[in-house]
């Protein structure tokens, strides 16, 4: 994880006068330094579990921000275009007479993105601290390579006729575990379903075109701009669109007949298996006492002890050397 205090060290050491607002904060992590919690700072963050995280803490939180500001700081994530983008919005948003400051760790691409853009406008100044960078600018005016860089994330459809954008998991072409999955949609599945992690609507079109005993399916996506590109793909009126954190959800009626998800195995760079397991606890939670949980994983990970843990029945119906199958029925009722 980036060091938060890193965004505040031009700041902190004298190299810039105290931060002026309205300021905006593009990505920021859940931890925010306490001088910038006293300053008038929006917080653009479009992952629900970190907006809930700042949400909780008193900030202002936006999926996307508008307007003009003052100051424009930006945080770097592991995609590369986005981060472009971020850097070039975050230029437009602070006009000329605004400072932008961009902090980052070496693995997040902080060194390549400084080298970019300072080809395109004049650097004022740099420090590096704990393994990355925060440097800062004064935007010069118009750059017509910044316009480029936001259009290289704007959401196109993909080569199988679905809306997505770079950052979004599997982009440009169909997830192969997700396409296996679909191989399962049965007549079990029917009444209140959920999509778990739902991404741009892959499964969730592909659920309603093949379950018409469906009477509705909640999608359920915590990253903002993947739940709005659901909402273009999946047309059909049994969907509900939740921008949420799947692991925390509460169903908005009575609790499903089915779940199916494709959980996410990763935020850093390392597979973090706790996040599926968040996902077949949440499943368990949601499930009515008769209902089952659909879901496709990487082969490799070890979710079997947590379906033993919330689940009374559960089965492999396929595996092969990248994705496993699972169905699992009759929830536990957790004390």
Known sequence: MSDPARITLPFDEGLLPPLAGPALFIRPSGEIPQDLAETDLVCEQGFK??????????????????????T???????????????????????????????????TDGIDSLLKATRKLVEIEGVLSK????????????????????????????????????????SPDKIDKGSELLT????????????????????LSKQLLAACEKITTLDVIEAEHSALEAARVNVTDPRARFHWADATTFEAPGERYHSVITNPPFHQGRAAEPSIGVGFIAAAARLLRPSGQLLMVANRQLPYEPALEAHFRHWDILHQDGAFKIIRARRPKQQR
């Not at 981060?83 to 980052?104: E, I, P, Q």
Request: charged content about 25%; glycine content about 12%.
């Open 183 to 202: 191989r399962y949609f049965d007549k079990s599945i029917k009444g209140e379903v959920a999509d778990l992690g739902a991404g741009w609507g892959y």
């Open 49 to 70: 579990p970190l907006a809930d995280r700042l949400q909780d803490r008193g900030f202002q939180v936006l999926p996307q921000a508008t307007g003009h500001f003052a």
């Open 72 to 106: 424009v700081l930006v945080e770097l994530t592991r995609a590369r275009r986005e981060n472009m983008a971020n850097v070039a919005r975050a230029c437009r948003l602070a006009g000329k007479d605004g400072l932008v400051v961009v902090s980052g760790n070496k």
């Open 130 to 169: 704990s393994h990355g960078k925060v440097f800062w600018l004064h935007p010069a005016g118009d750059v017509p390579e910044f316009a480029d860089w936001e259009k290289a994330v704007e959401a196109t459809h993909n080569p199988s006729g679905y809306l997505s954008a770079p950052g979004m998991f």
